[in-house]
């Protein structure tokens, strides 16, 4: 199987939308076999305080894993993605509380990072998605 863009952002939404950390290790070694290294990280703020956090949360697990190594353009690719997902829910974010998961995944100079996020006030939530893509 040729692993590109597509296959990559792939990786990063379905590692983002598993339920539990068991899920997430079941999802990881999967990607690993398909040559895609991958992560999740759990995140919960209210939308004020969330895109440093996100973009931090991002580089941290990607870094903790070994999909990225420390290096300018690989933190700044994550970084980049993580933040062009985030301006794709940001419309209904604004004031309100968000809740969910970031999933990174990597390929070659392929990074995909996607936001799955519940947001809400209370138990009055509505569901979101965005992706972001990077070559690094």
Known sequence: MEVGSREVCKAAIQIALTDSREEE???KAKNKENGILSVAVDFGSDFG????????????AAKRENVISSTHAE?????????EAIQQIVDK???LNLGGKIGIARHGSHIG?????AIGLLNLNDVAIGMGHRVV
């Open 93 to 95: 974010c604004v004031g």
């Open 75 to 83: 933190e700044g690719a994550v970084a980049g993605a993580a933040h």
């Open 49 to 60: 305080s969330a895109v440093p956090k996100v973009l931090e949360r991002a580089v941290v």
């Open 113 to 117: 990072v996607c936001v799955f996020f």
């Open 25 to 27: 290790i079941e999802m």
